[in-house]
């Protein structure tokens, strides 16, 4: 099983201000099909980003993801108030599929 | 457009089964796995399980033993079954559409979500 650790476990951030998430991976992926998400309270989460950086339809471009192997990026630039959320990565790679235990970003 | 609609017992005591469906409208049932993932209250997300349409499944260790993903063709419908319940399976239960990804990026697994299911276990 692949684990997925995502850090900070909380970021405080100014609006307009950039984040940057990070999430590591225990084994390497072979194909970088790793996945970001946003979830606001309540909501299900919504795919920002597939196969570790193309954005999903509709996200707009301040999202953007990068890395490979096992070290991947979430950075949000110019933070607006609808982006203070929680966000988690997920490796689809292989089975068993694996969240990571998610970044809180918070209204500095 | 391609929608998925669940439902299922939202209120349990310990010991019983946790019974969920999910319903995909607009979709090719055939070619895509389909999934459930749930959320304890204030927790992270926690993947459960994929079936394929012809019922190939894969599951999380940790719930194999008790845990059913099963698959209505004839209806483009896919359940859960979680047996001997406890507080710990008091979740949000999401069912969502997924693909084997092992030899290509993929863009359309785990992009598409139900609303999601509160199940409770209590006495």
């Known amino acids: 099983e692949i684990v997925m650790t995502q850090s900070p476990a909380t970021l405080s951030v100014s609006p307009g201000g950039r984040a940057t998430l990070s999430c590591r991976a225990s084994?390497?992926?072979?194909?970088?099909?790793l996945a970001w998400y946003q979830q606001r309270p309540g909501q299900a989460p919504r795919l920002l980003i597939y196969g570790a950086s193309a954005r999903a339809p509709g996200i707009p471009g301040r999202f953007s993801g990068s890395g490979s192997g096992t070290d991947f990026t979430l950075t949000i630039g110019s933070l607006q108030s609808e982006d203070f959320a929680v966000y988690y990565c997920l490796q689809y790679n292989s089975w068993p599929r694996t969240f990571g235990q998610g970044t809180k970003v918070e209204i500095k | 457009q391609v929608q998925l609609q669940q439902w299922g017992t939202g209120l349990l005591k310990p010991s019983e089964t946790v019974s969920l469906t999910c319903a995909v409208y607009g979709a090719s049932f055939s070619q895509y796995y389909w999934t459930w993932i749930r959320q304890p209250p204030g927790k992270g997300l926690e993947w459960i399980g994929d079936t394929d349409f012809r019922g190939r499944t894969y599951y999380n260790p940790s719930l194999k033993s008790r845990l059913t993903i099963s698959v209505d063709t004839s209806k483009n419908q896919f359940s859960l079954r979680l047996t001997s319940a406890t507080a710990a399976d008091t979740a949000l239960y999401f069912c969502a559409r997924s693909k084997d990804c092992s030899s290509t990026i993929c863009s359309d697994a785990y992009d598409l979500w139900g609303q999601g299911t509160l199940v409770t276990v209590s006495s």
């Open positions: 084994q390497s992926l072979s194909i970088n099909n």
